[in-house]
């Protein structure tokens, strides 16, 4: 009998989603290869953690094993052959027709839901995968353009190994997992999934001893710097893509793409408002009832002079045609919001002076 799915992850059968993906969680970090270099036992339960949660996580797919759980239709489940041919209880090559394994119901993306691009590092984990950054800029920069410092983390081969995992001198020998092809299969004939070897890490081979820089992973993580540019209106969650500027090239695949995500920073005066820059600046209750003139400053460092006239209202707003945020040959404006600031009541002289000019007008209080 296969093993229940249900008791890899330790859940009952009725678990909700959320209580599996915790599961998983947990039992997958603990388990992973990764963490346990030279633990084959390891890396063989991480491949049953992995496969109960694909198929427990899908919802058709884990109402499909339920019914089959229910009727013991999973006798003899759980059979796995190596990419190379694979071996049944017929012999090389064979398929036993009893058997099926419910890893092979439409395995996905096993790693990425806790590792992301880091956590897959057999094959998929090099070469082409494109690399993902986020990088917080000025709101300044943002609006106008132009370059920011990036550093991204990529996987360069070890210059100890030269990529193949082993100490110097070390033997290697076939992954017996694997067969020496680098991955596995999940199921049998139509229904095979093939996936990196999770013993070898996808390599084929097993060292008698791990390299003592990159621990056999046969990379190592290092610090890649670079000025990004910024284009002009830049706005939070906009991207960009760089052609060949994440991890290396590797085993005949081009270099991968970085995509750079830009997080805007909070200006402590200007906020946007499509093409719009909104600010706003206090006025004393003098400069509000007779008028004033201000200088107030402009998205490029500069001046602009804003006349406001007498008597205006707490929260007018002034606009300043044509230096704001630009785009396509369109040109934003500048909203001024005036806050006018009210004074504490005045004492001696000063406060019975006010008192009498609101008596004269009519002001009560």
Do not use: W
């Amino acid at each position: 009998m296969a093993k229940d799915f249900y008791q890899v992850l330790g859940v009952p059968d009725t678990a909700t989603p959320p209580e599996i993906k915790k599961a998983y969680r947990r039992l997958a970090k603990q388990y992973h290869p990764d963490a346990n270099p030279n633990n084959p036992q390891a890396a063989d339960r991480f491949k049953e953690i992995s496969e109960a949660h694909t198929v427990l996580s899908d919802a058709d797919q884990r109402s499909k094993y339920d019914r089959m759980r229910k009727y013991g239709a999973f006798a003899g489940a759980g059979q796995r052959s190596p990419a190379s041919g694979g071996r049944g209880p017929g012999g090389p090559g064979q398929v036993d027709e009893n058997s099926f394994d419910f890893g092979d119901i439409g395995l996905g993306d096993i790693f990425s839901s806790i590792f992301g691009a880091r956590g897959r590092r057999g094959e998929e984990a090099r070469g082409s995968e494109v690399l993902e950054t986020v990088v917080e800029i000025p709101f300044r920069v943002a609006a106008m353009g132009g370059k920011v410092p990036v550093a991204v983390t990529v996987n360069e081969q070890c210059i100890t190994c030269h990529g193949s995992g082993a100490a110097p001198g070390a033997t290697v020998t076939t992954c017996s997992e694997c067969g020496g092809s680098g991955s596995v299969t999940f199921g049998q004939g139509s229904f095979a999934v093939h996936r990196p070897c999770p013993k070898c890490r996808g390599k084929g081979k097993i060292p008698s001893q791990y390299c003592g820089t990159c621990a056999g992973a046969g990379e190592i993580r290092t610090e890649r710097r670079l000025n990004v540019t910024v284009p002009a209106g830049t706005e939070s969650g906009a991207k960009i893509r760089l052609k060949g500027q994440g991890n290396p090239a590797r085993d005949g695949r081009p270099a991968s793409d970085l995509v750079v995500s830009f997080q805007v920073q909070q200006d402590r005066f200007f906020t946007r408002d499509g093409l719009d820059l909104r600010c706003e600046v206090p006025l004393n209750l003098a400069q509000a009832v007779y008028g004033t003139t201000l200088k107030v400053r402009t998205l490029d460092g500069k001046k602009v002079v804003l006349k406001v006239p007498p008597c205006t209202q707490p929260g007018r707003t002034f606009r300043i045609k044509g230096i704001g945020l630009e785009e396509k040959g369109r040109k934003g404006d500048q909203l001024i919001t005036v806050d006018v600031q009210i004074p504490a009541p005045a004492e001696g002289e000063a406060g019975a002076l006010f008192k009498k000019y609101a008596e004269m007008v009519g002001l009560k209080y």
